[in-house]
């Protein structure tokens, strides 16, 4: 059975021989091995393959055994004995080819998905489980059990460059003005709780509005939906942007979009509409915390024009 365990170790010679000594002792295999320096001590992250009736507790005696504190250990799968360079020039292709699947991928890449703690409040986050990420004005939040090193911080930096560059190539400009199908542009026209977009009087999307929770009345839910026909011509953009206008001029201090961890729209839909967003993933969830301190507020129902 595979476990993967963290600890941290005094940064001197014979510390990593003590650990696998003890790790000898006790009829255990290393399969894979990553150390991160933090100042005078480092934190060591191993693959343990150990016997069928080892459980955390086990493991949390061998590595203090060895001199580790701060122990964390987890079950993991045969997956996890992979190269570790090789993963990330896999997940930097993988943002190549698609920038917009950047949140799966890089929670992935860092083995956030085992935390289910997707209740949790954003605003306090548990120490050194949140991993955030700036890529243009979008926050990128991934939860785990174990904390960050200083190092997956500077190589999680490393891809939200990358997909921040990718990304600021290819957003349209203006791509929901141009005139589709036969001519026709997308009309959009706002309501008490959301905003519809039609084209030849078809709707082809729409937001809807919820209601605040008692803890949190000006943080409205949104839900957005485009028709598959219609996707990635810039609607879910418009759709969004107008509908946090919407929702600021009721009051709204903030919009809180909920999807798929791989729905790959979110992150370019929220860039594309200029607004300041946090996206956190958590096990298979997405969510984006959108504030509107700054969005220009649209109040009443009416036909919207061309932005």
């Not at 209740?119 to 120490?127: G, T």
Request: proline share 7%; aromatic share 4%; hydrophobic share 45%.
């Amino acid at each position: 059975m595979l476990w993967r365990v963290r600890a941290t170790l005094p940064d001197r010679p014979g510390s990593l021989a003590a650990l696998a000594a003890e790790c000898g002792k006790a009829g255990v295999n290393i399969a894979s091995l990553q150390v991160f320096p933090q100042g005078d001590r480092v934190v060591d992250e191993l693959v343990l393959r150990v016997p069928a009736d080892w459980r955390a507790p086990d493991l949390h005696e061998l590595l203090e055994r060895a001199g580790g504190e701060e122990v964390v250990a987890l079950p993991s799968a045969e997956a996890s004995v992979v190269d570790q360079p090789a993963r990330y020039v896999r997940a930097a292709r993988e943002i190549l080819a698609q920038p917009a699947s950047f949140p799966e991928v890089v929670a992935h890449l860092f083995d956030a998905d085992a935390d289910a703690d997707a209740d949790a409040d954003a605003d306090e986050p548990r120490a050194g489980a949140v991993l955030e990420l700036v890529v243009g004005d979008v926050l990128v939040q991934i939860r785990r059990a174990t904390p960050f090193t200083t190092v997956e911080y500077q190589r999680g930096e490393a891809l939200a460059a990358l997909v921040g560059d990718v990304l600021g190539r290819e957003r349209p400009s203006g791509a929901d003005r141009r005139r589709m199908g036969a001519g026709t542009a997308p009309v959009y026209a706002a309501g008490p709780d959301g905003v519809t977009a039609t084209i030849d009087e078809v709707p082809v999307g729409r937001s809807r509005i919820g209601a605040g929770s008692t803890a949190e009345p000006s943080v409205r839910p949104v839900d957005l939906e485009v028709d598959p026909a219609w996707q990635r011509r810039g609607i879910g953009t418009r759709l969004l942007a107008e509908t946090a206008r919407l929702a600021r001029g009721q009051g709204a201090t903030e919009i809180v979009l909920t999807t798929r961890a791989d729905n790959q729209a979110v992150l370019p839909v929220v860039l594309a509409a200029g607004l300041r967003g946090r996206i956190r993933m958590a096990g298979e969830q997405l969510t984006v915390r959108i504030g509107l301190a700054e969005v220009r507020p649209l109040t009443g129902s009416s036909l919207l024009g061309a932005p």
